[in-house]
Each structure stands twice: as C-alpha cells, then as structure tokens.
C-alpha cells in the first residue's frame, strides 16, 4: 500500500480540485465577491487540512526545511495574486488560464532533467497524453477574440513558471527528507502572509457582502486547500513527471462532468476531445507504474 499511496493522494487531488472547479466561481456569480476576498479566505482555509497534517508529528524548522517550504509557498501563493492583478487589468480569462495550464510540462522537464526521475515508455505516451488533453482543454476556453498589448501574457507565462517550479520544488523538497507536512505548514504561513498584499488589492475594501458569500466561499476554498495538501503528499511518495500532468488533466474532466450534471453544460468537441485523452492518458500512466513494480518486485520474491 505504501507504494501506491500516491495514487490514492493523486485522485483525491482530482477529486477535491474537480469539485472546487465546478463551484469556484459561485461566490463572484451569486454574489459579486471578489477574487482578493476569495484568496483571503483560501488563505485562512489552508489551516484545516495543516492543522491535521501536523498533528502528532514535528514542524521541521531547520534551514533546508524553511528554503524548501517558503520556496513552494511563495511561488504557489505569490502566482496566484499574480493572477488575480491579471485579470483586474482586464486580461482576458480565456487567454490566461490557458497559458497557465501548461505549468505541468514544465514540472515534467524540470523532473527529468534535474531529477532524473524515469517513466517507461508506455508511461512517456500517458504523459503525453495527458499534456496534449490540458491543451485541448485550453483550445476550448479559447473564443477566438484577440487583447491588446503583451503585459498580461508576460505575467500569465510567470504565474505558469511558478506553478510548474512549485511542483517540481515539492518532489524535491521530499527527496531531500522534508516531510511533506512541514511543507504544506510553510505553504499556510506564505498564504496567510500574503493575504494583506490581496486586501490592499481590493477595489474597495469598504463593501459589506452577504455572509452566504462567505460561508460558501469558505466551503468550497477548503477544497482547494485538501487538494493543495493532497498534491503534496502524492508528490512525496511518486513522481513528479506522472502526477503534475495526471492531476492537471483529470480534474478539468471532473468538472466538466459536474458542470454538466447541475449545470446542463455541454462540453464542446475540444473538451470532449480532452475528456478522452485525459482519461486514457492517466490510465495509462498509472498501469505503467503499476506493472513496473510487478516486475520489481516478483524477481525478488522468486528468489525468496
């Protein structure tokens, strides 16, 4: 079980990030609240999951813990106030979220290159898979208007660089022997340190909003933050060049199934292409591994 524990951590990153996509912009649709409030509150919410995470075990305080933990926090946090002051310059959402969603290829790169993690190749054709359903899944949030000037693409290609550097620090991090509780704890204290930056952020801090807008953003952020958590215990325990592509391809297929069933929308030809190939791709990534180890561990058990 220890050995296929990420793939437990793994799905339940695509459930909760699956779930939360499908009611993440239920706040600002209902209620008008703003993204600077959303992140606040997420920031808050990450002291749930870190609460049970680090109960009964030691905070690493040590040097190595502390440049590993600030570095996965600040860049996961700091892309995403990024974010939020990129779609406050009006840059177009269709346009962002596509650029940003490449970060796992980038997570990928960086695991093989300086990792030197290795994937079969069966496993090599689910990531590929996997990377070219996000594409599609891009092609389709993409309706064919054009934005002026280039400040909020140099932003949305760092917020991309952050994200996939942040998943690739994280599988570093535990290959160093930072346990992955101590650095889900720095991520809450880098979310939580940012929080006044977002505050200052907003475009009138004065407005009073119903509090159904708070508790329902509470709820549905504390998803982001368990699949936040989830994220960093699959990483711990698998690598890096199969989970980063397979969590950033099967949630978007989850919530389009959700969006789907509450929602009645029906997923375009892209989406539906990336459906496919997401599903196929992870199954595939996940059955290599899978075999892999059969074949590890049956010459062993044959000479016993």
Do not use: H
Request: glycine share 8%.
């Amino acid at each position: 079980m220890k050995n296929n524990s990420w793939i437990i951590y793994t799905f339940l990153v695509v459930i909760t990030w699956g779930v939360w996509g499908a009611f993440s912009a239920w706040p600002t649709q209902e209620y008008g609240y703003p993204d600077q409030w959303i992140y606040i509150i997420w920031s808050f919410t990450m002291l749930i999951p870190c609460y049970f995470s680090l109960r009964g075990k030691k905070f690493d305080t040590s040097g190595k813990a502390i440049f590993y933990g600030c570095l996965v926090g600040f860049t996961g946090a700091g892309g995403q106030l990024l974010l939020f002051k990129t779609l406050a310059m009006g840059a177009p959402a269709y346009l962002v979220f596509p650029i940003i969603s490449i970060s796992p290829a980038i997570t990928v790169i960086m695991s093989l290159g300086i990792l030197k993690e290795r994937i079969a190749k069966l496993g090599f054709v689910g990531v590929a898979l996997a990377l070219l359903s996000i594409i599609m899944f891009s092609i389709s949030s993409n309706n064919g208007e054009q934005s002026d000037g280039i400040t909020w693409l140099v932003y949305s290609v760092i917020i991309c660089a952050a994200w996939g550097i942040q998943a690739f620090f994280m599988k570093r991090a535990s290959n160093e022997g930072v346990q992955d509780s101590s650095i889900f704890g720095y991520m809450t204290i880098t979310g939580i340190i940012l929080a006044p930056i977002a505050w200052l952020m907003l475009p009138d801090a004065s407005i009073s909003y119903p509090w159904t807008a708070i508790v329902s953003t509470a709820f549905i952020q504390v998803l982001n933050a368990i699949g936040a958590l989830c994220l960093v215990m699959a990483l711990a325990r698998g690598k890096a060049t199969i989970i980063a592509p397979c969590t950033n391809a099967l949630a978007p297929v989850l919530t389009a199934v959700i969006s789907l069933i509450i929602y009645q929308t029906v997923p375009g030809t892209w989406s539906l292409i990336g459906i496919v190939l997401a599903v196929t791709g992870s199954t595939i990534m996940v059955y290599s591994e899978e075999k892999k180890q059969i074949l590890n561990i049956t010459p062993s058990e044959n000479n016993n």
